[in-house]
């Protein structure tokens, strides 16, 4: 079992910077295959980025590439998303997922299996 609690949400206004962080308790973190997806108000969920249990290969939906950086710190069991240049349609509900199997890169929703509560990003223009 694996618990998932996003922070660093916020209003924030167009054009600044934000990082959301995921911290993830439970076992074997560092063995998992860790996502992010967003949802906007009256959108499907959509991926951002994936990250691999190393950290050292990095997937990135094709509108997210350039502003949107994903990491994690393996010793800390979290998982961060640097948004860069934030636009009003960044608006969303932000949320860290974990992808337990060997799919790469995971980019569905349902090839997660465990997911956090969100955290909402507002960007005012």
């Known amino acids: 079992q694996v618990q998932l609690v996003e922070s660093g949400g916020g209003l924030v206004q167009a054009g600044d910077s934000l990082r959301l962080s995921c911290a993830a308790s439970?076992?074997?973190?560092?063995?998992?295959?860790m996502g992010w997806f967003r949802q906007a108000p009256g959108k499907e969920r959509e991926f951002v980025a994936a990250i691999r249990w190393t950290g050292d290969f990095t997937h990135y939906a094709d509108s997210m590439k350039g502003r949107f950086t994903i990491s994690r710190d393996n010793a800390k069991n979290t998982l961060n998303l640097q948004i860069d240049s934030l636009k009003p349609e960044d608006t969303a509900v932000y949320y860290c997922?974990?992808?337990?199997?060997?799919?790469?890169?995971?980019?569905?929703?349902?090839?997660?299996?465990?997911w956090g509560q969100g955290t909402q990003v507002t960007v005012s223009s």
């Open positions: 439970g076992r074997a973190f560092n063995s998992y295959v």
């Open positions: 997922a974990v992808h337990r199997w060997y799919k790469w890169p995971p980019v569905l929703e349902y090839d997660y299996d465990y």
